[in-house]
């Protein structure tokens, strides 16, 4: 599956970038073999880093807090790394959409249906159907059936249900990118409280919590250049 979505968003691109409209303004690319020397090339050009995993199910993220103290704007879910960087930076200064954790357990207690979703939203209906029949893969109509069976009826993710508010709080990052001096000052704000996430308080604050090691001032000497 996750061969097949990236073989979608490389069919999306062929689209959009050959679209005569859009083509010119907007390009769709897929970084191959992604490693630490292009990410230091990707993140200080980034305006917006997208962290969009359904609240609950991300451990982790320290990409995040790179992009974050390198100036980037946040887009996502609470859970993970942003669930730190909002109590950071504040949420007011992250771009902060979709259900929280108790959200989504709700909703699987009530029992999630990604067809409720997909027959009461028009954008998100023509989106899946265009998957469905082939927009993206004329030469293979069914080339994408597998991803829109996996939406509709095995998402453990529950995409449908944040994609609403996701499109909404894409709209709150449309308009605040036209105002670059906000912009700015919200990035500055990011930045600044981004100091927690450095390296040197992770690991004394891993060693004295996981590993029970508390600092010490024992010096360790240099080695005797004249010994063999």
Same mark, same amino acid.
């Given at each position: 599956?996750?061969?097949?979505?990236?073989?979608?968003?490389?069919?999306?691109?062929?689209?959009?970038?050959?679209?005569?409209?859009?083509?010119?303004?907007?390009?769709?690319?897929?970084?191959?073999?992604?490693?630490?020397?292009?990410?230091?090339?990707?993140?200080?050009?980034?305006?917006?880093? +997208?962290?969009?995993?359904? !609240? %609950?199910? *991300?451990?982790?993220?320290?990409?995040? #807090?790179?992009?974050?103290?390198?100036? =980037? @704007?946040?887009?996502?879910?609470?859970?993970?790394?942003?669930? +730190?960087?909002?109590?950071? !930076? %504040?949420? *007011?200064?992250?771009?902060?959409?979709? #259900?929280?954790?108790?959200?989504?357990? =709700? @909703?699987?207690?009530?029992?999630?249906?990604?067809?409720?979703?997909?027959?009461?939203?028009?954008?998100?209906?023509?989106?899946?159907?265009?998957?469905?029949?082939?927009?993206?893969?004329?030469?293979?109509?069914?080339?994408?059936?597998?991803?829109?069976?996996?939406?509709?009826?095995?998402?453990?993710?529950?995409?449908?249900?944040?994609?609403?508010?996701?499109?909404?709080?894409?709209?709150?990052?449309?308009?605040?990118?036209?105002?670059p001096r906000e912009w700015t000052r919200m990035v500055i704000?990011?930045?600044?409280?981004?100091?927690?996430?450095?390296?040197?308080?992770?690991?004394?604050?891993?060693?004295?919590?996981?590993?029970?090691?508390?600092?010490?001032?024992?010096?360790i000497p240099p080695p005797d250049e004249g010994r063999q």
């Open positions: 599956m996750a061969k097949m979505i990236i073989k979608l968003v490389t069919s999306i691109g062929d689209v959009v970038n050959q679209d005569p409209a859009v083509g010119d303004r907007l390009k769709v690319v897929f970084l191959e073999n992604y490693r630490v020397s292009l990410a230091e090339k990707v993140i200080p050009a980034a305006d917006l880093s +997208e962290q969009i995993s359904t !609240a %609950g199910t *991300e451990a982790s993220g320290t990409g995040n #807090m790179k992009f974050m103290l390198n100036g =980037a @704007l946040t887009i996502g879910t609470m859970d993970g790394a942003n669930v +730190e960087m909002a109590e950071e !930076a %504040g949420e *007011e200064n992250l771009f902060i959409f979709g #259900m929280r954790v108790e959200d989504v357990e =709700a @909703l699987d207690r009530q029992g999630y249906r990604a067809r409720d979703y997909y027959e009461r939203l028009p954008e998100l209906r023509q989106a899946v159907d265009q998957l469905s029949s082939g927009f993206f893969s004329p030469r293979q109509p069914d080339l994408f059936r597998d991803i829109v069976n996996m939406l509709m009826n095995h998402d453990r993710f529950k995409v449908f249900a944040d994609y609403e508010d996701y499109v909404k709080c894409q709209e709150k990052v449309s308009a605040l990118y036209k105002d704000r990011n930045v600044a409280g981004a100091g927690k996430f450095s390296s040197d308080r992770t690991i004394a604050q891993y060693a004295r919590e996981i590993w029970g090691a508390e600092p010490t001032r024992h010096v």
